[in-house]
């Protein structure tokens, strides 16, 4: 079935280390993986996304990779800051219907100053 | 920046009434959703639109839900009927195309007592 996996479900790391969140997803088809930022009572905010096209992709402190054969792909976090403390999601974009995000069930992480 | 706009914010109503919950998507795109979240849990996937029409729904969006396209700029939710368990974060989102970034609207917080 449509399955989006991510892990860990909570993560707490000290100011300045590094944080990395995976996934793994189920439609070997699927080709768009974003990951949001939420914070609380707010809305899902993009920080990131990777097409199928391409293995790794950074922007500044935050970098995604995928691999297409193994369908994961992980989320890095350098250099972390208490203002990166919030929920992540990972989401996959299923092939079926229209192109749905599936989303992971989120990561809580918690940076420690 | 263009955004998805929804209204309201928050919602609150008795169980059993029915409500709509309204989104206005970027003008030019052409897929739309709706997705849910319950307070503390992933965003789950209810509806997409496409073409002036339903493209595929989950388990979760029975007969009680219905999605319109009224006006080729408004995106609505009915939920008739309400239950205690459709209390949730309602997200409306769109997109131009299949692997492409879906834009969030802020949310609306249902609250069924």
């Known amino acids: 079935g449509e399955n989006v996996e991510q892990h860990p479900s909570t993560l707490s790391v000290q100011e300045g280390d590094s944080a990395v969140i995976k996934c793994t997803y189920s439609?070997?088809?699927?080709?768009?993986f974003p990951w949001y930022k939420q914070e609380l009572g707010k809305r899902p905010q993009l920080i990131i996304d990777i097409r199928s096209n391409v293995g790794e992709k950074k922007d500044q402190r935050i970098a995604v990779t995928l691999n297409k054969t193994a369908k994961h792909f992980s989320l890095h976090i350098t250099e972390t800051q208490p203002e990166d403390s919030a929920v992540y999601f990972c989401?996959?974009?299923?092939?079926?219907?229209?192109?749905?995000?599936?989303f992971g069930t989120g990561t809580r992480l918690k940076v420690l100053a | 920046e263009p955004e998805v706009t929804q209204t309201p914010s928050h919602q609150v109503t008795q169980m059993g009434q029915e409500v709509i919950l309204r989104c206005v998507p970027i003008s030019n795109h052409l897929y739309f959703y709706w997705y849910r979240q319950i307070l503390g849990q992933k965003v789950e996937f209810l509806v997409s639109?496409?073409?002036?029409?339903?493209?595929?729904k989950s388990e979760i969006f029975d007969d009680q839900f219905s999605v319109e396209r009224p006006d080729g700029s408004n995106f609505t939710l009915k939920i008739r009927s309400t239950k205690l368990e459709d209390s949730a974060m309602y997200f409306c989102?769109?997109?131009?195309?299949?692997?492409?970034?879906?834009?969030f609207g802020q949310g609306t917080r249902l609250t069924v007592v």
């Open positions: 989102a769109s997109r131009d195309g299949t692997a492409t970034e879906a834009f």
């Open positions: 989401a996959a974009t299923f092939t079926s219907g229209t192109y749905k995000y599936i």
């Open positions: 639109f496409y073409n002036n029409e339903i493209s595929e």
């Open positions: 439609d070997s088809a699927s080709n768009y």
